[in-house]
């Protein structure tokens, strides 16, 4: 598949995922089931992992949800409340205790905790002093909604706790769900339990909440200062003994095969249960070994979601449509004759790529097996040729993108292959398509994260021809705007303070807001840390000394051709430098307390009983910084068994010093 093909359905995907995370987190009202929706994540994570430049701010690989509703006060969590990654069978078991023993760099015994997912809404519940002080509702996993006294209406949650041993200051977590007899009542005013049960606890009046039968089972913690405790089998007895209800489906596994064997049983004897699950929770039983694995963006190392198998129908293809993304992949797209795929009606399903549609020989008129599984949205596995009619016709994958530019695939120097996506080359924003993607990301939550301003009100503000360029959010004709249907002086005033909050942002989120193809959130933030303020950002671009950022431990050769290209285009030099002309863009704010503050240090060799990864996180947590090559600004070089004699070498000519693991240890006490 061509790579702007490939861009063009992960652009597709990632709107959906946008879609339906407002009608999920914002309207309580969602229109496909936990399974459709985790199929469009795990495409997009898979498409992500296969193709490097594939990026977006609403990827689940850095975001966690929606942001919480305008109707609710927030509250940000003291501890992230993070998704988990998915499994789907037991080589991505395999993988995931891969990765546990690769970040340990030591393959001990461990054993899991297993608990039942059960499908419905998480919630935190912070108790200071005994007393339920504080509920609220997961959000985007940063910040969520303050539902306290909606949550006080659960029996299963307790108001005040006298155990002596309950912690003075914790944040308990949970699931809050309706039982399936009970939702029995409720199916005609929602669309499943758990849309019954989120609808719910958004009640603005806890009266009305009192009326239906929520439950509530606790599973982990976020805050709490722990010494005590050993294993979360451990912390799940103690809850029990605090008077929360737990699972009586928990329990604690030694390997892999055990996990899975578990979870075959389960998947048969889940629909005998009395609340929906979709799948089963592993976590490393250790509370020790999880603080040591620590976490990603948005999941931590230590657990993943197993999920249950797919759901799958037949359906006959009436149109292939191409959709364009922000990096100006087309994505193409089958619509297909409503069906009924485990519950939820389904229209739409991915083709992937010209390559997939080519290679499972899909035309239109076909009738297609289409699936949904894990985290990706529908797909079409397969064609049913026994089916194939006459008048069944060819798919012809356009080469020109809809702006009427002629689409290419790329070379990968490192494949030797055509990347499988055809994509619409970026010439700064002269597709129209790909230029509302821009806007559409410059405005996004991660990005300038201007409320008000969606993704509907940018297309219509494009259509209208009031936004050409990101700088024309900051010049809107606000008169204009209050004479459309739909706004008012209250919206036009809302989306004015939203724009002019807006316009002071961190170099990081600036960066990122750019749209710079395979410049991430993670990315974003090492240029800025590097580069320190827009002016010597700026600078390195106009003298063009990319390949200094070849230092910044993260930062390839992918990225430095990335920004090369991106910045051949002069156009987008002058956006961005008028842009910094408009915005405050502040310095990224980094830690000024550590005990490894304001030093770089760079290793060679292998370390005992750690991995690289955990080395680096370590000197990060402490404020340090990680460097990739021996140059006059390491500090340190930290060599390990068998290091490189050149870098040793080089070190000692720069007068740098070098420590052994055990002498860098020591730093840390």
Request: proline share 3%.
């Given at each position: 598949m061509k790579e702007s093909q490939i861009k063009i359905k992960y652009n597709r995907l990632i709107n959906e995922l946008k879609k339906h995370n407002k009608l999920y987190f914002e309207n309580s009202s969602p229109e496909i089931s936990d399974k459709e929706y985790d199929e469009i994540k795990k495409e997009i994570l898979n498409l992500e992992k296969k193709f490097t430049y594939l990026n977006s701010t609403f990827s689940p690989s850095n975001s966690l949800g929606f942001v919480p509703s305008k109707n609710f006060i927030k509250s940000s969590h003291r501890v992230k409340m993070l998704s988990l990654s998915n499994a789907f069978g037991i080589n991505d078991l395999k993988n995931f205790e891969k990765k546990i023993f690769n970040y340990l760099s030591d393959k001990i015994k461990v054993e899991f905790s297993v608990e039942p997912k059960i499908d419905g809404i998480s919630a935190s519940l912070t108790y200071k002093d005994g007393v339920l002080v504080l509920g609220a509702s997961r959000g985007d996993g940063f910040t969520g909604e303050v539902i306290t006294e909606n949550l006080k209406t659960i029996e299963d949650i307790p108001q005040k706790i006298t155990n002596k041993d309950f912690p003075k200051d914790i944040d308990i977590r949970g699931e809050v769900f309706i039982k399936k007899n009970d939702f029995n009542k409720l199916k005609n005013d929602f669309a499943n339990p758990r849309n019954a049960a989120s609808g719910t606890l958004r009640q603005k009046n806890p009266d009305e909440t009192k009326k239906i039968p929520l439950n509530f089972i606790a599973y982990t913690y976020g805050y709490f200062k722990n010494d005590k405790i050993k294993k979360q089998s451990e912390f799940l007895n103690s809850l029990q003994r605090w008077g929360f209800k737990t699972n009586e489906h928990n329990k604690v596994l030694n390997?892999?095969?055990?996990?899975?064997?578990?979870?075959?049983k389960f998947e048969k004897d889940r629909f005998d249960l009395e609340y929906d699950v979709d799948g089963l929770v592993y976590k490393i039983n250790s509370l020790e070994l999880q603080k040591r694995l620590g976490f990603t963006a948005n999941s931590p190392r230590w657990a993943i979601a197993h999920k249950f198998s797919a759901d799958s129908a037949y359906s006959q293809i009436t149109d292939i449509s191409i959709q364009v993304g922000r990096t100006g992949a087309l994505t193409p797209v089958a619509r297909i004759k409503?069906?009924?795929?485990?519950?939820?009606?389904v229209s739409n399903a991915t083709l992937h790529n010209?390559?997939?549609?080519?290679?499972k020989d899909i035309r239109l008129g076909d009738t297609v097996k289409v699936e949904r599984a894990?985290?990706?949205?529908?797909?079409?596995v397969l064609v049913d040729l026994k089916k194939r009619g006459k008048n069944s016709k060819k798919f012809v994958f356009p080469k020109k993108c809809p702006c009427g530019f002629d689409t290419i695939k790329e070379f990968n120097k490192i494949t030797k292959k055509f990347e499988a996506v055809r994509r619409c080359p970026d010439r700064g924003f002269q597709c129209e398509k790909i230029a509302v993607e821009k806007i559409k990301h410059f405005i996004s939550k991660e990005a300038l994260n201007i409320d008000g301003l969606g993704k509907k009100v940018v297309e219509k503000f494009w259509d209208l021809k009031l936004i050409r360029f990101p700088q024309d959010i900051f010049n809107l004709n606000y008169t204009q705007i209050s004479k459309l249907d739909g706004w008012g002086d209250l919206s036009v005033s809302n989306l004015?303070?939203?724009i002019d909050e807006s316009k002071k942002v961190s170099l990081d989120r600036f960066l990122y807001s750019i749209g710079i193809r395979h410049i991430g959130i993670e990315n974003a933030k090492l240029l800025a840390e590097y580069t320190k303020t827009i002016s010597n950002f700026l600078d390195f671009v106009k003298n063009k000394k990319f390949d200094e950022f070849l230092n910044i431990d993260g930062i390839g050769e992918t990225q430095i051709n990335s920004l090369k290209k991106f910045f051949e285009n002069k156009s987008n030099y002058k956006i961005i430098e008028k842009l910094s002309s408009l915005l405050n863009i502040t310095d990224l704010k980094l830690k000024k307390e550590g005990k490894l503050l304001n030093n770089t240090f760079m290793f060679t060799g292998k370390l005992l009983n750690m991995s690289r990864a955990e080395a680096k996180s370590l000197i990060e947590e402490n404020s340090g910084?990680?460097?990739?090559?021996?140059n006059k600004k390491l500090k340190y070089l930290i060599i390990g068994e068998k290091p490189t004699n050149r870098k040793v070498q080089h070190a000692k000519e720069?007068?740098?010093?070098?420590?052994?693991q055990k002498e860098w240890l020591s730093l840390l006490d």
């Amino acid at each position: 598949m061509k790579e702007s093909q490939i861009k063009i359905k992960y652009n597709r995907l990632i709107n959906e995922l946008k879609k339906h995370n407002k009608l999920y987190f914002e309207n309580s009202s969602p229109e496909i089931s936990d399974k459709e929706y985790d199929e469009i994540k795990k495409e997009i994570l898979n498409l992500e992992k296969k193709f490097t430049y594939l990026n977006s701010t609403f990827s689940p690989s850095n975001s966690l949800g929606f942001v919480p509703s305008k109707n609710f006060i927030k509250s940000s969590h003291r501890v992230k409340m993070l998704s988990l990654s998915n499994a789907f069978g037991i080589n991505d078991l395999k993988n995931f205790e891969k990765k546990i023993f690769n970040y340990l760099s030591d393959k001990i015994k461990v054993e899991f905790s297993v608990e039942p997912k059960i499908d419905g809404i998480s919630a935190s519940l912070t108790y200071k002093d005994g007393v339920l002080v504080l509920g609220a509702s997961r959000g985007d996993g940063f910040t969520g909604e303050v539902i306290t006294e909606n949550l006080k209406t659960i029996e299963d949650i307790p108001q005040k706790i006298t155990n002596k041993d309950f912690p003075k200051d914790i944040d308990i977590r949970g699931e809050v769900f309706i039982k399936k007899n009970d939702f029995n009542k409720l199916k005609n005013d929602f669309a499943n339990p758990r849309n019954a049960a989120s609808g719910t606890l958004r009640q603005k009046n806890p009266d009305e909440t009192k009326k239906i039968p929520l439950n509530f089972i606790a599973y982990t913690y976020g805050y709490f200062k722990n010494d005590k405790i050993k294993k979360q089998s451990e912390f799940l007895n103690s809850l029990q003994r605090w008077g929360f209800k737990t699972n009586e489906h928990n329990k604690v596994l030694n390997s892999i095969d055990d996990l899975e064997n578990f979870h075959k049983k389960f998947e048969k004897d889940r629909f005998d249960l009395e609340y929906d699950v979709d799948g089963l929770v592993y976590k490393i039983n250790s509370l020790e070994l999880q603080k040591r694995l620590g976490f990603t963006a948005n999941s931590p190392r230590w657990a993943i979601a197993h999920k249950f198998s797919a759901d799958s129908a037949y359906s006959q293809i009436t149109d292939i449509s191409i959709q364009v993304g922000r990096t100006g992949a087309l994505t193409p797209v089958a619509r297909i004759k409503p069906v009924n795929i485990g519950g939820v009606v389904v229209s739409n399903a991915t083709l992937h790529n010209e390559d997939e549609i080519i290679r499972k020989d899909i035309r239109l008129g076909d009738t297609v097996k289409v699936e949904r599984a894990g985290d990706v949205i529908p797909h079409v596995v397969l064609v049913d040729l026994k089916k194939r009619g006459k008048n069944s016709k060819k798919f012809v994958f356009p080469k020109k993108c809809p702006c009427g530019f002629d689409t290419i695939k790329e070379f990968n120097k490192i494949t030797k292959k055509f990347e499988a996506v055809r994509r619409c080359p970026d010439r700064g924003f002269q597709c129209e398509k790909i230029a509302v993607e821009k806007i559409k990301h410059f405005i996004s939550k991660e990005a300038l994260n201007i409320d008000g301003l969606g993704k509907k009100v940018v297309e219509k503000f494009w259509d209208l021809k009031l936004i050409r360029f990101p700088q024309d959010i900051f010049n809107l004709n606000y008169t204009q705007i209050s004479k459309l249907d739909g706004w008012g002086d209250l919206s036009v005033s809302n989306l004015k303070y939203s724009i002019d909050e807006s316009k002071k942002v961190s170099l990081d989120r600036f960066l990122y807001s750019i749209g710079i193809r395979h410049i991430g959130i993670e990315n974003a933030k090492l240029l800025a840390e590097y580069t320190k303020t827009i002016s010597n950002f700026l600078d390195f671009v106009k003298n063009k000394k990319f390949d200094e950022f070849l230092n910044i431990d993260g930062i390839g050769e992918t990225q430095i051709n990335s920004l090369k290209k991106f910045f051949e285009n002069k156009s987008n030099y002058k956006i961005i430098e008028k842009l910094s002309s408009l915005l405050n863009i502040t310095d990224l704010k980094l830690k000024k307390e550590g005990k490894l503050l304001n030093n770089t240090f760079m290793f060679t060799g292998k370390l005992l009983n750690m991995s690289r990864a955990e080395a680096k996180s370590l000197i990060e947590e402490n404020s340090g910084s990680v460097v990739s090559s021996v140059n006059k600004k390491l500090k340190y070089l930290i060599i390990g068994e068998k290091p490189t004699n050149r870098k040793v070498q080089h070190a000692k000519e720069l007068g740098i010093k070098i420590l052994s693991q055990k002498e860098w240890l020591s730093l840390l006490d």
